[in-house]
C-alpha cells in the first residue's frame, strides 16, 4: 500500500497530537504543516523530530498533488473555507471541531462534500475513548435496552492557562459555551441516545471580571426522537477538576460513567465498575487522537465511513446551533431543520 501524505493546518496543541499520531504510522508520513510562523513551524517539527515541508499558505498546500489528506486545526472560522478546499481538490479531510461558527457556513461545508466526495472524520475525539466506545458496545448489545434519559455534563475551567484562551473567550472565534467545547458532550448523548427533536436551553455568567464575551455556562434540554429526554451541561468557568459525567437510564438497565447496571448479569445487586481509560482529563495529550487517525485511515483504504464522519458531526453541530438559538430567543428549537 502507498504511504498517505499528510498535510496538517496549524503548530498548536491539538495539530501537535496529530502530527505524532501520523507520524507514528508506517502508512502515513507528515508531508507538510501549514503556518503564517515558518519558525514556527520549524520548531514544532524539531521537537516531535519530524522532517516536512512548511507551507505558508493553505491554498498552496491544498493544490500539491502529493498530498492525500489535511488535517485541519485552523481557528475556526477559517474551517469552512479550507474544507471546500480540501473537497475541491479531493483532499481527504480531518476536522477539528467546531466544524463552523454558523449554519450558513456548515451547510456550504455539506453542499462541497456531497459534490465532490471525500473520506471525513471529525475530531469529536471521545468517540474513541475506551470508556465511551465501551458503553456505546453495552448500548449496542442491549445492556440497558432503550436509553430513555441520557445525562451528560461538560466541566473544565478553560482559562488563561490554556493557549487557546486568547481567542476561544471572544464570540468571533469562540461562539458559544457549546460550539467551543460542550459540543463534546451533545456529540455524546446523540451517540448513546439517537438524534434530538427538540431543544430549549439557559446560559448564564460565572464571575463579574469574566473576560469571555458569551455566556460561559450552558444547560440544555433535549426531546430524544427514540421518545426519551436527554440533558447536557457546558461550563468553561467552573471551581472543579475536569468532568466528563455520563448517566444513562435505560429500561433495562443503567451506566454511570465505567459503572454498569444490567439485566443480562442476574443477581447482580450493585453496580459493577468496569476497569477502563475513563474521559476525565481535559489535557489533549490524554485524548485518542492515535485511534482517531487510525480510523480515517482504515476509512480511506477500505472505502468505508468514520465513527464520526462529516454528517454524522453535522447533526451534532445542528443541535450546537439549536441550544445557541433557544438561549437567544428564549424559545423551543425543533430538528431536524431542512437544509437550504
Known amino acids: ?6 498535510v496538517v493546518v496549524g503548530t498548536g496543541w491539538v495539530a ?18 501549514v503556518s503564517q510562523s515558518e519558525e514556527r513551524a520549524r520548531q514544532r517539527l524539531a521537537e ?12 498552496e498546500a491544498v493544490k500539491d498533488a502529493n498530498v492525500d489528506a489535511v488535517v485541519l486545526c485552523s481557528t475556526p472560522e477559517l474551517r469552512p473555507d479550507h474544507t471546500i478546499l ?14 463552523a ?12 462534500i456531497e459534490s465532490n466526495p471525500i473520506q471525513t472524520v471529525v475530531g469529536f475525539v471521545l468517540r474513541w475513548n475506551p470508556s465511551i466506545a465501551n458503553t456505546k458496545t453495552l448500548i449496542d448489545d442491549d445492556a440497558i435496552g432503550r436509553v430513555f434519559m441520557a445525562q451528560i455534563d ?4 478553560i482559562g488563561p492557562q490554556y493557549p487557546q484562551y486568547r481567542w476561544s473567550k471572544g464570540k468571533a472565534a469562540g461562539g458559544s459555551s457549546m460550539l467551543s467545547a460542550g459540543c463534546h458532550a451533545v456529540d455524546a448523548v446523540r451517540y448513546f441516545a439517537g438524534n434530538i427533536e427538540e431543544v430549549t436551553a439557559y446560559s448564564c455568567h460565572t464571575w463579574a471580571d469574566s473576560d469571555y464575551e458569551f455566556d460561559p455556562n450552558a444547560i440544555a434540554i433535549f426531546k430524544l426522537s427514540n421518545g426519551g429526554i436527554g440533558k447536557v451541561s457546558s461550563s468553561l468557568e467552573c471551581r472543579t477538576p475536569y468532568k466528563f459525567n455520563v448517566h444513562l437510564l435505560g429500561e433495562k438497565g443503567a451506566i454511570l460513567n465505567n459503572q454498569l447496571f444490567s439485566h443480562k448479569l442476574p443477581g447482580q445487586t450493585d453496580y459493577a465498575t468496569i476497569p477502563t481509560i475513563l474521559p476525565d482529563s481535559g489535557d489533549v495529550s490524554h485524548h485518542p487522537f492515535a485511534e482517531e487517525i487510525d480510523d480515517f485511515v482504515n476509512a480511506i483504504v477500505n472505502r468505508t465511513k468514520t465513527r464520526c464522519d462529516f ?3 453535522l447533526q451534532s453541530m ?9 438561549i437567544a430567543s428564549g424559545r423551543s428549537v425543533k430538528l431536524p431543520l431542512e437544509r437550504n
Not at 480540501?86 to 466544524?99: C, I, T
Not at 461538560?154 to 475551567?157: A, E, G, P, Q
Open 318 to 326: 445542528e443541535v450546537c446551533f439549536a441550544i445557541d438559538e433557544s
Open 311 to 313: 454528517f454524522e458531526a
Open 48 to 59: 516531535l523530530s519530524i522532517e516536512a515541508r512548511v507551507f505558508e499558505r493553505y491554498e
Open 86 to 99: 480540501a473537497a475541491q481538490h479531493g483532499k481527504h479531510a480531518v476536522l477539528e471541531k467546531p466544524l
Open 16 to 33: 501537535g497530537e496529530y502530527l505524532k499520531a501520523i507520524h507514528a504510522r508506517e502508512d502515513a508520513e507528515v508531508y507538510g504543516i
Open 1 to 6: 500500500m502507498s504511504i498517505l501524505r499528510f
Open 154 to 157: 461538560y466541566w473544565h475551567h
Open 101 to 112: 461558527m454558523d449554519r450558513k457556513a456548515l451547510w456550504s461545508m455539506a453542499d462541497a
